[in-house]
DNA sequence: CTGAAAGCGCTTACAG
DNA sequence: CTGAAAGCGCTTACAG
């Protein structure tokens, strides 16, 4: 059924061992006796099994990617970036997506039963026993985008409390003076970090706020503005904790006429592709995607490179994008 | 992981083919030997190595899933309900992401090398050796909402030229008469068949019609509708190829204050969760994702259960959602 | 540079 | 029911 090295050995004339040479690279081969190889190969349509070479080797080239709110597009957008990266480097993603709140058991045994090389989190969050058994296995882990305070990891993320500092700054100088938080799940670092930059400045200057807690979603967003609106006061600015909630809030004032940016602004946070579609036109902050996905993926290699389990908080600047919510 | 069946054998004082039998379950064990290799594979802390299972059932838990066009809404939540019902089933996805039209050789080999238990390929367009590969190694494969002339496949998607007929009957009953496609890339079949049930029927009644060629996205359907205004004579009704065009298309209209649905109508397709956004409301073809997925993972089952390479083109039927743009 | 052979950790006929 | 042994498809010392 399966053509293995073997079989390819057979039809050009060669060990099976020099086929396997051929196929991991490093050793030394005549270009004569590889190409013969190749050939064969090719017309067999070979393919080295890498469970057998896992087997030996201990290693795999699989990163284990999880994830949960594929709603947000900018997760599948992130997604897409690490595939990309990796696929340059020879490794796959094993996506896992993680329907509650936190990891799942089976997750985790899914990722280790496959001895993936690294794991990536995303959106969703860990406990103990997870980070315990990738420990274990020495098998490097990233937070990509969330941080947690209790364990030590290497998470990376941008800035968000210096963000958060910067909206609030921004806002005053626009002239708003009593403002609104939309938080996303209270329990997210994200959130959490956007909403403490931000209320540090409004405090700071001695200007009213408000927090409304809220869950990253669209409808969040829209529901939320809908209660603000039905008590009566609109506050001078809206800052939603991304960007899927901000459409919720602006699509909400619309229904409400409520002119943005003349009688109240909007800001959300990750400048997805959407916030620039002449509907929203968004005013947000960009979260340097690529530049996470870069540092994220050097991170991985070279602790897969060698192993050191070290922990540490990178922080990648993104920028205040402006266009026409406020 | 260090700890291997012969050291659990070795504690348990029996032979490693016990230990083997015993995690390997069907085997008849008896109950005192089963208990003994449990109690020493717990105090090792043991746990069967998937790879050289792997290498010799010739069986893998991970399910390729290639997709492209991650821009789309879509296409994340069918990736999220495959990694859920496979999930259930003890299955990974091992995530392939196609920049280009077609899948890339490597793609292809990445899928191979992990010896995948079958491959679903989303809105990403095969060759010949691709299918050639699959079938030579006897691995199961599934074109989700695609199909090919061509090749004979196993295809699971909707019933496109039915919807595009009943599309087109539910705007004449609507009193539209002149109206226009704005088609997917073009060689996209679900653009094409939605396309052909659309304008038999338009053509059964005498009315005109016209295709602008676009490519699935937003900007597409946007700067499509764009060209269709500057050319001067709106017509009665849009038919977008997806709902994601039909955004560009309302936002265009909006932005040159053109009334939907008073002068013109626009469908979309999909129901993707933005079509319920208060923004669009957007009238809509659902294609249930749930059901596409649940016959695709039964096909998929069976064929990993008994290889029979049989083909067909599975049609789940939608249905039209009515809400505000038309 | 190349081949013969040992072995990675497991499953599974084959005996007993 | 259980053990000894043959492999699964590969990598990698070890010779030549």
Chains 1, 2 share one sequence.
């Not at 060990?15 to 050793?27: M, N």
């Not at 700071?204 to 706020?209: G, I, R, S, V």
Request: hydrophobic share 35%; glycine share 8%; aromatic share 10%.
């Amino acid at each position: 059924m399966g053509i293995n090295a073997k079989d390819v050995a057979r039809l050009a004339g060669v060990s099976q061992s020099t086929v396997s040479r051929v196929f991991f690279g490093g050793a030394s081969v005549t270009e004569k006796t590889r190409k013969k190889v190749l050939a064969a190969a090719e017309e067999l349509g070979y393919t080295p099994n890498e469970f057998a070479r896992s087997l030996i080797t201990n290693k795999t080239n699989i990163i284990g990617l999880v994830m949960k709110g594929v709603k947000n597009p900018f997760y599948p957008q992130v997604l897409k970036e690490f595939a990309l990266e990796f696929k340059k480097l020879g490794y796959g993603i094993l996506f896992v997506h993680t329907n509650n709140y936190e990891i799942e058991k089976e997750d985790i045994s899914m990722l280790l039963k496959y001895n993936v090389a690294g794991v990536i989190i995303t959106d969703a969050a860990l406990s103990l026993y997870v980070t315990e058994d990738f420990k274990k296995n020495q098998i490097p882990l990233v937070l990509f985008n969330r941080k947690t305070e209790k364990q030590d990891f290497y998470s990376v993320g941008t800035n968000n409390m210096a963000a958060g500092r910067k909206i609030a700054e921004y806002l005053i100088a626009k002239g708003c003076t009593d403002m609104v938080y939309i938080s996303g799940e209270r329990n997210t670092s994200t959130s959490i970090e956007r909403e403490k930059g931000f209320f540090d400045v409004l405090e700071k200057h001695q200007l009213p706020y408000k927090r409304y807690d809220s869950d990253f979603s669209y409808q969040g967003g829209y529901e939320t503005t809908k209660k603000v609106i039905s008590e009566g006061n609109i506050p001078s600015a809206f800052f939603a904790a991304n960007d899927i909630m901000a459409f919720g809030v602006l699509d909400a004032l619309r229904e409400h006429s409520i002119a943005v940016p003349e009688e109240t602004k909007v800001v959300g946070f990750d400048n997805i592709d959407m916030a620039n579609w002449p509907t929203y036109n968004l005013t947000t902050w960009e979260q340097p995607i690529s530049d996470m996905v870069q540092e994220t993926v050097k991170y991985m290699m070279s602790e897969i490179e060698e192993y050191t389990g070290r922990t540490g908080k990178v922080k990648i600047p993104g920028q205040l994008i402006e266009r026409k919510t406020t």
